[in-house]
């Protein structure tokens, strides 16, 4: 493995703690993490889709890598769903697959299922090519040699453990700190969710759980803290997220909860 991916990688951060581990088979990229109480959506037995967003966000992005590589490439559009049977599953397994590559756009989709094989639900992304060059992805192989097992355990609750925090009903601030970065020193795709998520339940009192998320990234989150702030109306909602240091929008989500009346 180089010296150079050992040291962009070497941090421990909360994504690492969500315990994904991940192998090639094929054309496909099959992963498997178990899911802790940690995971879970609060007061509920529900794997948070925000996890499941942030599993999808490696996954797929390793096809991207692959197709574009020698760039470092970057999250467009992101978006998981989650069945109703992922109540009290002790380990997810997804199977993703490129769909299209382009010269600067790749497209790609998975599938998350139980132990049995039940599918209990699904996710796609969308990812492109940084421009500067400074930026150069590590070799596929060392990547696959570091996800080859788990990597950490979320040992507290996830929105706590990254220090996203609600400061009214409906907003939620986010730091930018190492425990959220991605390779290029900004928030997380996957963290960022976990802020849209924690804004969209806060804005609607009747919500248990967000089982849908579609995520389109505009900017990346360098300074912060990122601020995400939830519109929510008959269990869909729509999300702004804004990086505070700059006041310009970085991404803008939908979801849907799953409310006490469902």
């Known amino acids: 493995m180089s010296q150079d991916f050992e040291d962009t990688y070497r941090s421990q951060t909360a994504i690492d703690e969500l315990g994904l581990a991940l192998e090639a088979v094929g054309d496909e990229l099959h992963g498997w993490a178990d899911v802790r109480p940690t995971m879970w959506a609060p007061g509920t037995e529900m794997l948070r889709t925000s996890v499941a967003m942030t599993w999808a966000d490696a996954l797929l992005g390793l096809h991207a890598m692959k197709a574009l590589a020698p760039r470092l490439t970057v999250t467009l559009e992101l978006d998981a769903h989650l069945f109703d049977d992922i109540a009290g599953v002790e380990r997810v397994h997804a199977r993703s697959r490129l769909v299209k590559a382009g010269q600067q756009v790749i497209f790609t989709t998975l599938d998350f299922l139980a132990d049995d094989g039940r599918v209990v639900g699904f996710g796609s992304g969308s990812f492109m090519a940084i421009p ?67 804004a969209a339940l806060s804005a609607d009192l009747s919500a248990r759980w967000i089982e849908s998320m579609h995520l389109r990234y505009l900017r990346s989150v360098r300074v912060g803290p990122a601020v995400a702030r939830a519109d929510v109306h008959e269990a869909m909602g729509r999300v702004e997220v804004r990086d505070a240091a700059t006041r310009k929008v970085a991404a803008i989500a939908t979801t849907r909860s799953r409310t006490l009346r469902s």
């Open 132 to 198: 500067d060059p400074q930026w150069l992805a590590p070799p596929l192989d060392d990547v696959l040699v570091r996800f080859a097992s788990p990597r950490g355990m979320l040992i507290e609750p996830l929105a706590e453990r990254i220090g996203c925090e609600q400061t009214v009903p409906g907003t939620v601030v986010l730091p930018c700190a190492p425990v959220v970065h991605n390779a290029t020193q900004a928030i997380n795709g996957g963290m960022l969710a976990v802020a849209v998520e924690e």
